[in-house]
């Protein structure tokens, strides 16, 4: 089984920046598909950022894309998703999730979620 918790959110202005974390334990994240999701108040949950198990590939929701970066630490098993340039939008709870296959993305299932964190950006 995986847990799956993470850090890192708050209050931050337009244009600030955030790291979020994601700290895994029960597998390392080198034998899992990684993503990030959010979702707002009244809306559905939202694709963010994921990485195939390999790390090589990673994709972003269109709305994040040139903003947000997804990486991971595979020796401190944590992942991690840079928010830069946020807006008012960017507000939301962001889960991280982990899926068992190679493969990552907003088309696929994902197996484990961790219990989010909440972005607030200010205008």
């Known amino acids: 089984q995986v847990q799956l918790v993470e850090s890192g959110g708050g209050l931050v202005q337009t244009g600030g920046s955030l790291r979020l974390s994601c700290a895994a334990s029960g597998r390392t994240f080198s034998t899992l598909a990684v993503g990030w999701f959010r979702q707002a108040p009244g809306k559905d949950r939202e694709f963010v950022a994921a990485m195939a198990r390999g790390g090589g590939s990673t994709y972003y929701g269109d709305s994040v894309n040139g903003r947000f970066t997804i990486s991971r630490d595979t020796a401190r098993s944590t992942l991690y998703l840079q928010l830069n340039d946020l807006k008012p939008e960017d507000t939301a709870v962001y889960y991280c999730?982990?899926?068992?296959?190679?493969?990552?993305?907003?088309?696929?299932?994902?197996?484990?979620w961790g219990q989010g964190t909440q972005v607030t950006v200010s205008s």
């Open positions: 999730a982990a899926r068992d296959g190679w493969a990552a993305g907003p088309r696929y299932e994902y197996d484990y």
